[in-house]
């Protein structure tokens, strides 16, 4: 049992490349989140999603998009990077919205620099 | 969204009782309010979560008054380890019946030997 892994670990872009994050988990679990935190800060919501094939828009979706095409797995893109875009990103997952409640697991980061 | 206000920072010794308050004035109904503690280089964990009144685990305790605007996250006997961010987590429904989360802007709490 993994947990919630993050691929990659660490990543440099040139401005105007564009990556895709991958988050995979193996709980099952319904809800998958992407944060991003910026030195010094707290957690920025950025997409979320609610089950298999569904998205929807955090407090900072600009620049962002984001898949679901498979239940354990939950993918960020960056079409265009920019240097603001320069952030530590987390993914997290939480079981099934069978009661009102938030305990995420979090994967452990990727570290994304843009120049 | 519900909005939520903490310290900035708070320092404390080994061996002391840590209380960090966190505000929400704006907490729905439903919400529960969770905190999480985040070491350096790592993402958050879930520490405990409550509704209303009084809910311990084995690492904290989390006292919520009757009107839910404020939550105190109580660590006995801190120790070095102890050393985090700690962020309060309250979440929305939003009308569309989906849910929105907001992390508060985290407690640095440094310990002491």
């Known amino acids: 049992n993994a947990g919630v892994t993050q691929t990659p670990k660490f990543r440099v872009l040139k401005t105007g490349q564009s990556m895709t994050l991958l988050c995979a988990q193996d709980?099952?679990?319904?809800?998958m989140y992407w944060y991003r935190q910026d030195p010094g800060m707290g957690l920025r919501l950025i997409h979320y999603?609610?089950?298999?094939?569904?998205?929807a828009k955090g407090e900072v979706p600009d620049g962002y998009n984001v898949s679901r095409l498979k239940k354990q797995n939950f993918l960020l893109g960056l079409e265009s990077a920019a240097p603001s875009q320069t952030s530590v990103y987390f993914c997290?997952?939480?079981?099934?919205?069978?009661?009102?409640?938030?305990?995420?697991?979090f994967g452990p980061g990727t570290r994304l620099t843009v120049t | 969204l519900a909005k939520t206000t903490q310290p900035i920072s708070m320092d404390s010794y080994e061996g002391q009782e840590v209380n960090i308050t966190c505000s929400h004035n704006?907490?729905?109904?439903?919400?529960?309010i969770t905190w999480y503690q985040q070491f350096p280089s790592q993402g958050p964990r879930f520490i405990i979560q409550?509704?209303?009144t009084k809910v311990t685990n084995e690492v904290a305790s989390l006292f919520i008054p009757a009107d839910r605007k404020s939550s105190t996250l109580s660590l006995p006997r801190v120790s070095l380890s102890d050393t985090a961010v700690y962020y309060c987590?309250?979440?929305?429904?939003?009308?569309?019946?989906?849910?929105?989360?907001?992390f508060g802007s985290g407690t640095r709490l440094q310990v002491q030997p």
């Open positions: 409550g509704y209303k």
């Open positions: 997290a997952s939480s079981p099934p919205p069978d009661r009102i409640s938030y305990e995420q697991y």
């Open positions: 999603s609610v089950g298999e094939g569904t998205t």
């Open positions: 987590l309250v979440g929305d429904i939003e009308d569309t019946g989906r849910r929105a989360l907001t």
């Open positions: 709980m099952n679990h319904e809800y």
């Open positions: 704006n907490i729905a109904t439903n919400d529960y």
